[in-house]
């Protein structure tokens, strides 16, 4: 039960406030304000206890979204229904910015209205939304379409609308992943994971019921065992262990519990079918290499080598190489093959980037660090971080099959035209000198 | 100060500081540092020179980004740098970052001495200042350090200007508020106290400011500024308010000069010079007057500084304290205020009148103002003023308006705040004892006061008022009906029923003639109260009951039904079980007589100082009850209890007193509680160790506690305890020593042995016996030691104890509190005998004399039973000085007898003793003076 909602903005100016319960009264806005967002020390916790008040905060850009409550509410309810406010609210006005959440303040209570309720959680899916939220003013409804929202709202398949009609029916499907490491300097991977998503975008008629398949090591364990031989043999190899996954309220868990098969009635338009995390058998497509060397008390020499490791017909793109550089550089003097490399003082870091670079190549930078001699402690030596985007899955997942079946109307699954793209991409990929 | 030209505006910081300003995000202001830093950070690593003007800017900005929060680690060194700049900007900016930055590191500091000495021998004003400015602004003990001693010299040269002179007299007192101990005084000061002539009135008031901070720790050295400040305050006061030009704060000609040479002339007596005084009377008056005349200007600040010299000069009249006409004044000008219509004068008048209240000259007309202070108490808006009111009324109190304040306290009482209720209930208290000439009054008004603010009567008011009924015969029957009558409202607070169960108990009798309030009414009505109390006043009441079966034997059968039922016998909580069961056996078996003598009235108190006043004390902090106050309540306190005075009762102890209660007021617990207390089964044995002791039990160490006693605690700790009690008789004494285990587990091996180090082996023959090897937890075991004393002697025999607890060997080795003195015999004498003896032990060497300060109080009746104790006799009607003790005794030894003359002179002023021993032998006078030197 959330008592109440803010938005603030980056100053602590209230942006909205909406207050659910009774016993959320007017200074809890001030005393998040005063301890959480003009604290002395940064609040590094996303929950904050103030006078048996507990306040949940995300921030989005320079917007501070805070859910208050004084019950002992379940804190990841409340971190979901705040992450599927962003969503809801991205998903009408774009970037949550200061500027749209003024602009957009009426459709915001609005929609806060409708996604809670005396502080209870209700549908968030935009999709559903978007059919009685609009954003082009009024649009005079007829009974039937009335009727259409009741049964929807309050039906079984709240996220689909029955009656969808399309001349050509299209599936994308996206498999997004991003890959976090933390490498010792001697090359041992110290931590690695990868989080992915699976995307979708559809545009199918009528309520069609979907099958989605993928490399998962139990299914496919399964159909080995089955015996059903030459497919299944050859896959094996590549099937891929998930540590744990979630998934859109649209697929019936019930059927994914007992037969391992992801089968669902999709929303209509963009959704994301699954979350997933792995841990085994990554991918890593860069190494990096780095040479640290102190010349004196007023000289740093640093020597970084990327490797890119995936197949060379392959392209990565958007690399990027942060080399952080002590508190008392006073000059930098840098050299590199490849890209373009630049000391950014603002950050403290030397930046280099690369716009594209096939696998199995090696590429280098060398920097001279001038440093003002201070009589400061060491300097602690943070990671050097990558960034990089790459056209194939790090996890190794492969979308098997994904099919459609919609047997009221005349089209079959080979009808649907569909779309299967890969892109890894880095999360925190940082390497210690 | 040279103006500032047009390229000193440094661009670059205006353009950085705004950039910050303008970041959205402190993410955007980090960025923004991070960036200005490294920009910094190449232009000061850069091969060229920086000119003085970027050094200058950038370490300005640093200074800013320092400002911001963010650690600065370099830059120090350029900034040092444009310390020896010659243009005043960059000297100003980096004296700046010194003073904001300034961090122990050794080599800067040295050079940064190094710059700052240049600018002070330099010739130039602004310089010095400059250099002036960062001493104090840093101030710390390194800078005293280097610098305390010049600094004096700048100040009194002949040739130094007025403003490096003011600059000057500032540092040097921040420099001795920092570090005292490093500014030394010398033949500066005296010229020091001649600045107040000065002809710049700038230079006169910072130099008072540094002559009133000197003046208050060698206040001999500064004497002299006394006429000099009388003749300045003069020549300010009555000079037209054009005459000081720039001094002159809205009409009012140098108002903080005033005020701060008024405040110096408080640090001194009233001058002795008796021009000089006239001069001041003078002043004074004239101030006085001022504030009569209507004002110059409406603006609120002409009449700040105007009350603002007023107030500072009452405050001088009421430090003087000698100008009967101008206390007199003073208070009328303040009464005027009382009525002000600006809350702060209201409150800084009752303030000032507090400390008029208490001055002989002043407290009549103080008291004039009765209905104005009353009325401000009532109507007041803001909260301190009425603290301050009700303060007022507390200081103005005397035995002819006490009734009137009292009522009106007490009438307040029931809307006051709470905040100040319990101290106003302390004072109410306070002055309805201090100024009770009826008692019966003294009743009402306590008990009134504990129905209107139950909750805020602490147990200190309600004790009071029990002490004083004990006390007080002819107020004893009205108490009874007076709390009789109390109790019958239907809803009376606990304190009330706690005064209400001690007194029926004690003086029930007095009013059971009346049928209204006969004994078992008196009792329905207790016990009507006793199950919404909590256990405290149960068990007080329980007490009441046992006292009421003695009082009035026809309530014996239902009160003994009453202790029989479930809920007392067997109630759950010890303290109330015990009485419950104790009292019933003690009232069926024990004899009418034997309960009469138990159940006893009790015995008057002692009277000491009271104990609310004490709480007041400590709740206000020392100093806020004036001494005349407290010498007042002592006298006003003796004859309030007439000839009630006694040494403390040791049957008190044995009467059945309820726990709760009365402890409190016995702060004096005798010794043999102590341990009672902690539970200790040693109880017994000292039960009868002499109550007079007791205050010198306290801080001595355990040996010489035992030279004028002979029972007691010797040692304590966590394992064991260590009781004495000793015999002497002749030369011959014996000792029993107890030890007890006070854990739970036995102690093993335990062993003890007496021995007499060196030559005392020849002096003393001591016996014992071993004891038994195991002590049980929880345990006591005894051991008896026989001691002869063949000759005098001046050492102790030492006891080791050796035991094993839980596997530790623990060793222990005290000294046997055997003294010389142990073997005195007491002689009586004549004063005549006397001082022919005295006479006889004329002989150098023969006497022994030590003069001492008292480091406990010097109450005649502790004096006298420590005199006792020592085992002399105490001589009255000898020393023609009523004040001094004499003694005189024959010590015991199996060879000889010595004869031994003692007279311990009190100074109570100085509160030092001087004793003088005579003794026939050379070595025992010295001994016995070192013993007694020690436990007074």
Do not use: R, T
């Given at each position: 039960m959330i008592g109440g909602l803010f938005i603030y903005n980056h100053k602590g100016e209230v942006l909205i406030s909406r207050v659910y319960r009774d016993d959320i009264g007017r200074n809890a806005v001030d005393a998040f304000r005063v301890n959480v967002i003009h604290a002395r020390q940064q609040v590094r916790s996303p929950v904050t206890n103030i006078a048996r008040t507990s306040f949940f905060h995300v921030k989005r850009s320079n917007i501070w979204l805070a859910a208050v409550t004084k019950q002992n509410v379940n804190a990841t309810m409340v971190f979901e229904f705040l992450y599927k406010m962003c969503d809801v609210m991205a998903a009408y006005f774009g970037k949550i910015s200061e500027e749209n959440v003024k602009n957009n303040f009426v459709l915001i209570y609005e929609l806060l209205d409708e996604i809670l309720d005396f502080g209870y959680p209700q549908n968030s899916e935009t999709g559903a939304l978007k059919t009685f939220i609009t954003q082009q003013g009024i649009k005079s409804q007829s009974k039937e379409e009335q009727a259409q929202i009741t049964s929807q709202v309050t039906g079984q398949i709240g996220w689909r609308r029955e009656g969808i009609k399309y001349r050509r029916n299209e599936l994308f499907l996206d498999v997004l992943e991003s890959v976090n490491l933390l490498m010792s300097p001697q090359g041992q991977v110290l931590s690695a994971h990868v989080s992915g998503r699976v995307v979708m975008k559809s545009y199918l008629s009528g309520m069609p019921e979907c099958k989605f398949g993928m490399n998962d090591k139990i299914v496919i364990d399964k159909q080995n065992k089955g015996g059903s031989s030459e497919e299944g043999g050859k896959s094996g190899k590549q099937s891929i262990a998930i540590d744990d996954c979630t998934f859109h309220q649209c697929v019936r868990l019930s059927k994914f519990d007992s037969e391992r098969s992801i089968s669902f009635i999709p929303p209509d338009g963009?959704?994301?079918l699954m979350r997933y995390r792995t841990t085994k058998?990554?991918?890593?497509p860069f190494r990096v290499i780095p040479l640290v060397r102190e010349v004196g008390r007023t000289k740093l020499e640093v020597k970084v080598v990327i490797k890119s490791n995936f197949k060379s017909s392959l392209l990565a793109q958007k690399i990027e190489v942060r080399i952080p550089t002590p508190l008392n550089t006073s000059g930098v003097q840098l050299i590199c093959m490849k890209g373009k490399a630049k000391y950014k003082a603002s950050e403290n870091a030397i930046v280099w980037k690369i716009k594209r670079m096939a696998g199995m190549k090696e590429s280098q930078i060398s920097a001279e660090i001038e440093l003002l001699p201070t009589n400061d402690k060491k300097w602690a030596r943070p990671p050097i971080s990558m960034n990089f985007e790459v056209p194939f899955a790090p996890s190794g997942l492969k979308v098997r099959y994904l099919k459609v079946f919609e047997p009221k109307l005349n089209y079959s699954d080979h009808d649907v035209i569909k779309w299967v793209r890969y892109i890894g991409r880095s999360g925190i990929y940082e390497t210690r000198c | 100060m040279p103006a500032v030209s047009k390229g000193d505006g440094m661009r670059g910081l205006a353009v950085f500081i705004s950039d910050i300003r303008n970041c959205k995000s402190k993410e955007a202001e980090i960025k923004r540092i991070n960036k200005e830093l490294a920009n910094i950070r190449s232009k000061f690593k850069g091969d060229k020179a920086l000119d003085g003007y970027s050094k200058k800017k950038y370490v300005c900005k640093l200074l800013f980004i320092f400002l911001l929060g963010h650690d600065i680690d370099f830059g120090h060194m350029e900034a040092v740098n444009l310390l020896s700049s010659n243009k005043y900007t960059e000297k100003q900016i980096g004296y700046l970052f010194i003073s904001v930055l300034v961090n122990s590191n050794s080599e800067l500091i040295r050079l940064i001495n190094n710059a700052i000495k240049n600018d002070l021998s330099s010739r130039n004003p602004t310089f010095m200042c400059l250099a002036l400015h960062c001493i104090a602004n840093v101030g710390s003990r390194e800078m005293a350090e280097a610098f305390a001693s010049e600094i004096p010299r700048i100040l009194v040269a002949g040739d130094t200007m007025d403003s490096v002179k003011q600059s000057a007299a500032l540092c040097l007192l921040r420099l001795y508020k920092t570090s005292p101990d490093l500014v030394l005084m010398g033949e500066w000061t005296s010229r020091v106290v001649h600045l107040l002539n000065d002809q710049h009135m700038g230079v006169v008031t910072a130099a008072i400011s540094l002559i009133t901070c000197l003046s208050q720790k060698n206040p001999d050295e500064f004497k002299t500024c006394v006429s000099l400040a009388v003749s300045r305050l003069s020549r300010i006061v009555s000079s037209a308010s054009t005459d000081l030009q720039d001094y002159t704060y809205y009409f009012v000609p140098a108002p903080w000069l005033s005020c701060k040479l008024l405040r110096l002339l408080?640090?001194?007596?009233?001058?002795?010079d008796g021009a000089v005084k006239g001069r001041l009377v003078e002043c004074l008056e004239t101030i006085l007057n001022k504030a009569q005349e209507?004002?110059?200007?409406?603006?609120?600040q002409h009449s700040n500084a105007k009350n603002a010299i007023l107030f500072e000069a009452i405050s001088l009249i009421i430090h003087y304290d000698s100008e009967p006409n101008l206390l007199v004044r003073a208070c009328n000008q303040l009464g005027q205020f009382l009525q002000h219509r600006e809350t702060n004068l209201r409150y800084l008048a009752l303030e000032s009148m507090c400390t008029l209240a208490s001055s002989e000259f002043s407290h009549e007309a103080v008291k004039t103002h009765i209905e104005t202070v009353i009325n401000a108490l009532k109507t007041e808006r803001d909260v301190s003023v009425r603290q301050r009111a009700a303060d007022l009324l507390y200081a103005m109190c005397d035995r002819s308006n006490a009734k009137q304040i009292v009522a009106e306290m007490l009438s307040y009482l029931e809307t006051a705040d709470y905040s100040i209720r319990e101290e106003m209930v302390l004072k109410v208290a306070i002055l309805a004892e201090k100024y009770a000439v009826d008692y019966s009054w003294y009743v009402d008004t306590i008990l009134n006061l504990i129905r209107i603010a139950g909750d805020y009567v602490s147990e200190e008011v309600w004790y009071r008022v029990i002490q004083i009924v004990i006390n007080r015969d002819d107020v004893q029957g009205y108490a009874a009906k007076t709390v009789f009558e109390a109790l019958q409202a239907p809803a009376c607070h606990e304190n009330m029923v706690k005064v209400g169960g001690y007194i029926l108990g004690e003086f029930g009798n007095l009013i059971a003639g009346d049928p209204r309030s006969s004994p078992l009414v008196q009792f329905n009505l207790l016990h009507s109260k006793f199950h919404l109390c909590s256990v405290p006043t149960r068990a007080l009441l329980l007490s009441a009951y046992i006292k009421f079966i003695n009082l009035f034997p026809e309530t014996k059968a239902t009160i003994q039904e009453v202790l029989r039922c479930d809920s007392q016998i067997r109630n759950s909580d010890v303290e109330l079980q015990q009485r419950a069961v104790e009292y019933l056996k003690l009232s069926s078996i024990a004899s009418t007589d034997v309960l009469a003598t138990v159940l006893e009235e009790m015995p008057p108190f002692p009277e000491r100082e009271s104990s609310i006043l004490a709480k007041l004390k400590k709740k206000k902090g020392p100093g806020a009850v004036s001494v005349t106050e407290l010498e007042d309540n002592k006298r006003e306190g003796g004859e309030l209890n007439g000839g009630g005075e006694r040494g403390p009762d040791t049957s008190a102890m044995s009467t059945p007193s309820p726990s709760a209660d009365l402890l409190g007021i016995r702060s004096a617990v005798p010794v043999g509680a102590a341990p009672a207390s902690a539970g200790s089964l040693l109880v017994d044995v000292f039960s009868e160790a002499g109550p007079a002791a007791v205050s010198a039990a306290v801080n001595d160490d355990g040996f010489l506690r035992f030279v004028c006693k002979n029972n007691g605690v010797l040692f304590e700790n966590q394992l064991l305890q260590i009781g004495i009690k000793s015999e002497y008789r002749q030369n011959l004494g014996r000792m029993y020593l107890f030890y007890g285990n006070k854990t739970s587990v036995q102690f093993a091996s335990f062993t003890t042995t007496v021995s007499c180090p060196g030559e005392l082996q020849l002096q003393l023959n001591v016996q014992t016996k071993p004891v038994e090897p195991l002590v049980e937890g929880g345990a006591q075991i005894q051991q008896v030691l026989n001691i002869e004393c063949l000759t005098d002697f001046s050492e102790a025999p030492l006891l080791n104890i050796k035991f094993r607890y839980g596997g530790a060997l623990q060793n222990l080795t005290l000294k046997l509190p055997v003294t010389i003195n142990k073997f005195f015999q007491p002689t009586e004498m004549a004063s005549q005998d006397f001082f022919q003896r005295w006479k006889q032990l004329s002989q150098p060497t023969q006497e022994a004399q030590k003069i001492f300060k008292a480091s406990h109080g010097m109450d005649t009746e502790v004096l006298k039973a420590k005199l006792l104790g020592l085992g002399t006799a105490l001589l009255d009607?000898?020393?023609?000085?009523?004040e001094n003790y004499v003694c005189a005794g024959v010590i015991q030894t199996k060879g000889q007898q010595v004869g031994c003359l003692l007279r311990l002179e009190p100074n109570a002023q100085a509160q030092m003793y001087r004793l003088t021993l005579r003794c026939s032998k050379d070595s025992v006078s010295k001994r016995l003076c070192e013993l007694l030197a020690e436990q007074f």
């Open positions: 963009d959704y994301e058998d990554i991918i890593l | 408080q640090c001194y007596p009233p001058p002795e209507p004002p110059k200007s409406k603006k609120v009607n000898v020393d023609p000085n009523p």
